[in-house]
């Protein structure tokens, strides 16, 4: 099966924009929907992007996710941070029902 | 208000067996698959096993093949986990969480999760 790799850590200051990456090892990106989830410390995982790009109802839409063929990967791009999103980050796709979480990313906002 | 609700998480010594429970509201259970994934103190979330909407299908990670087993009762609106030939790595907290589709495939609601602990 194909593996998500993610940056261990990114940090940004508040107000700032700030993207994280999913790179897919092999197969498309573009071939199955990649979904993004946020974990506070403490809390479980919820969901702020689905479908590669769609935004459940309630997160606000400083929150966006895009996909790349040329570099297989995907992106989470938060804008106008807040230290309410201080939290992990991680990407998940899947292939033939096999689901597939990338290593996650520590957002610091600061 | 779509609601997962984990138990049966404890202590177990190695090599011992434990089921875990998912009881769901809120929704049409049988209409959707099914997933637990769980998180290792510290650690990031790790994909454990996943069911398909009526049970027909069942798909697991290579680190539980042969010693879990997910099932569901459509009937009850509960989703199991059962855990056999725990070792010290399957310590973690276990996560039911519901999909978006009749098939595995991408995840939108999440419970609160049950932590299992294997110590002798």
């Known amino acids: 099966n194909f593996m998500l790799t993610q940056p261990h850590s990114v940090s940004e200051s508040p107000g700032k924009t700030v993207t994280i990456s999913c790179t897919r090892s092999?197969?498309?990106?573009?071939?199955?929907?990649v979904q993004w989830y946020q974990q506070r410390p403490g809390s479980s995982p919820t969901t702020v992007i689905y479908?590669?790009?769609?935004?459940p109802s309630g997160v606000p839409d400083r929150f966006s996710g895009s996909i790349d063929s040329s570099s297989n990967s995907a992106s989470l791009t938060i804008s106008g941070l807040k230290t309410e999103d201080e939290a992990d980050y991680y990407c998940q796709s899947y292939d033939s029902s096999i689901v597939v979480f990338g290593g996650g990313t520590k957002l610091t906002v600061l | 208000e779509v609601q997962l609700v984990e138990s049966g998480g404890g202590l177990v010594q190695p090599g011992g067996s434990l089921r875990l429970s998912c009881a769901a509201s809120g929704f049409t259970f049988s209409s959707y698959a099914m997933h637990w994934v769980r998180q290792a103190p510290g650690k990031g979330l790790e994909y454990v096993s996943a069911i398909s909407s009526n049970g027909g299908s069942t798909y697991y990670a290579n680190s539980v093949k042969g010693r879990f087993t997910i099932s569901r009762d459509n009937s009850k609106n509960t989703l199991y986990l059962q855990m056999g030939s725990l070792r010290a790595e399957d310590m973690a907290v276990y996560y039911c969480?519901?999909?978006?589709?009749?098939?595995?495939?991408?995840?939108?609601?999440w419970g609160q999760g049950t932590l299992v602990t294997v110590s002798s």
């Open positions: 479908e590669d790009n769609q935004r």
């Open positions: 969480a519901r999909d978006q589709g009749v098939v595995p495939a991408a995840i939108d609601y």
């Open positions: 092999s197969g498309s990106i573009a071939s199955n929907y």
